[in-house]
């Protein structure tokens, strides 16, 4: 079984085919995410995680930690891609976000701040994450 428990936040590094994971303070440099579930299996993970990570003995899998981008009010974030992580960057820089609000209870964009220029929803399980980019 994995270490980790809801609300953990955790380190993803590798490949999807040889992922590690890592305990990390949430907030820190090297939290890339948070644990939002641990589950039996991925497909009983909320449909709107931003990453899952599972591992298998023998070919079986033995649990899966379905996990959210450890977003922090205030800190700053270059967003990843499909084969890279969302990683947190100095707010000093020129590229990246800062996230200005993280709303539980609403997808409607228009509860964001007035300066955000770009959200990410969570339509499961209703949040939204609020950004506006660093220049």
């Not at 899952?52 to 899998?61: I, Q």
């Not at 009010?73 to 891609?81: A, L, N, S």
Request: contains cysteine.
């Amino acid at each position: 079984e994995i270490d980790a428990k809801v609300g953990d936040c955790v380190n993803l590094t590798g490949t999807m085919l040889d992922a590690e994971i890592a305990p990390a303070t949430c907030g820190a440099v090297d939290s890339h995410y948070t644990v939002v579930a641990k589950v039996a299996d991925e497909n009983s993970c909320p449909s709107d995680v931003d990453q899952t990570y599972y591992e298998e003995l023998n070919g079986s899998t033995t649990g899966v930690l379905c996990l959210d981008i450890d977003w922090v009010v205030g800190k700053c974030f270059e967003m990843g891609t499909a084969s890279d992580s969302t990683v947190q960057v100095p707010c000093t820089g020129s590229t990246g976000e800062r996230i200005l609000a993280v709303l539980p209870n609403t997808v409607d964009e228009t509860d964001c701040p007035a300066e955000t220029e770009t959200y990410y929803t969570y339509d499961e399980r209703k949040k939204i994450v609020c950004t506006v980019a660093l220049s």
